[in-house]
């Protein structure tokens, strides 16, 4: 086991999470299972929160994931009646053409709406791994361009996810709601910026990508099928991508 990179994480977490008792933005993809899983060897009263339109991929394979680790496991359908008005004000709200950032402040505009029903103020997302660790494709275009094109590639990820969520905090703050990414503190990102890239992405075919979280996910007990799936962001596992461009 990678017991260094473990203890990072648990670092990282014990010193940007107060409460015990907290919600995790939940897909079933290794990062947000990992977390999940370490948050609960860490003593955290977890409740696994997944949203997405019915039938959607990530509340199928949350669900499937969920099987096997047994949390207490809380689902949102998004309502298509009521999602062209919901995205709309939240658009006029961030008052920004980004489609990502405004997909994922819909996306969290539901996780928050789901994680106040159940009286917790604090959400937990994965967020920073895929920067850190290469999960994006975009690190297989640039890795053939050497280590120097990838960090900056990595510094440029970085700096848009920390404004975005920003912004999604704003969201959140409707419905009273926290959402914190241990994983993007200082700290934990000069640290992970100094394990060797060959641990993260081995050249432009690597498909899978993130090695060393997908090794350590292993290690620490999460199912096979989550720590072996290929990645599915947010937007496109939950349907939001897809329903958002047909109001357009």
Known sequence: ??????????????KTIPKKRIGVA???GVDSTLISQILNDLG??????????????????AKEVNEQLQFSHKILEI???????????????IQTDNLSWNENCIAFYYVSKLAASLNLDTVVTANGIDELFCGY?????????????????????LDNEIKMMKTVNQISSEFEVTIIQPLMSLEFAKF???IPITEKILDSEDLM?????????????VPEISYTKRKKALQYGTQIHKKLLKTR
């Open 1 to 14: 086991m990678n017991t260094v990179l473990l203890k990072n994480i648990q670092d990282a977490i014990q």
């Open 26 to 28: 939940f897909s079933g």
């Open 44 to 61: 955290y009263e977890v409740t696994l929160l997944t949203i997405g339109f019915s039938e959607s991929h990530d509340i199928l394979f």
């Open 79 to 93: 309502e298509p009646d009521s999602f062209m008005k919901i995205s709309s004000d939240i658009n006029k709200k």
């Open 137 to 157: 494709n975009a690190y297989r275009d640039v890795i053939s361009q050497g280590e120097s094109a990838v960090n900056k590639l990595m510094d440029s990820k």
């Open 192 to 194: 992970a910026k100094s």
């Open 209 to 221: 990508r993130k090695h060393a979280i997908r090794k350590l996910a292993q290690d620490v007990g």
